[in-house]
């Protein structure tokens, strides 16, 4: 179905914690109860969500984005849609064409061979394992920096249709996932 296609990419908003993180009952209630999460979409092997009636308010869409399609379209063909990914055991890394070399955390160098090193380091995201090739610093996979071009996590709310930097969570939503939802939650966009 040609609905299913994800036409330009997503935003995820990530939760990589190495403690405690809600289960994913959790985070639904939540996030249905803030209105940022309506019913779940039929046919779309059950993660999939339309959006809720404070989803406007929360994610800030910018500049001209002149008519956001929120309800699948009867012809089929992209709409802004909510799947919920995760809870995983260990941080998955998203990323996607649209992925630049991570940065090194102390002096920003680019580590341009990680495409290569990416299978070490998702099996040791925990530890210090990625040396820069600038300064030495050596530093754990989870501490790199991406440029929100993708990012780790173990549990991910994914805002389809959204192009990179289209949409942008507000801080006060950033902040209560924080305070009520285990943990800092980064964002990040990705294409297919
Ligand atoms: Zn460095």
């Not at 989803?55 to 909510?82: D, K, R």
């Amino acid at each position: 179905m040609t609905c299913h296609t994800r036409q330009t990419g997503q935003l995820l908003l990530a939760l990589a914690t190495s403690g405690s993180i809600p289960e994913r009952a959790v985070l639904i209630d939540y996030l249905q109860r803030r209105g940022f999460l309506g019913s779940a979409l039929e046919g779309m092997g059950g993660d999939a969500f339309r959006v809720g009636e404070a989803f406007l308010q929360l994610i800030t869409f910018m500049g001209c984005s002149p008519h956001i399609e929120l309800e699948p379209p009867p012809q089929g063909g992209p709409f802004c849609y909510v799947r919920i990914d995760g809870p995983w055991s260990e941080p998955l890394l998203r990323h996607g064409r649209n992925t630049q070399a991570p940065r090194c955390c102390a002096c920003r160098a680019r580590i341009t061979d990680w495409q290569g090193l990416l299978p070490v380091w998702l099996e040791r995201t925990q530890d210090p394992i990625v040396d820069c090739p600038r300064c030495d610093h050596r530093q754990r996979p989870l501490d790199l920096g991406w440029r929100r071009t993708a990012g780790f996590g173990r549990l991910f709310i994914v805002v389809e249709d959204v192009f990179p930097g289209e949409a942008v969570p507000v801080p006060a939503l950033l902040a209560n996932l924080e305070r009520t939802m285990g943990g800092p939650w980064q964002y990040f966009y990705v294409r297919d």
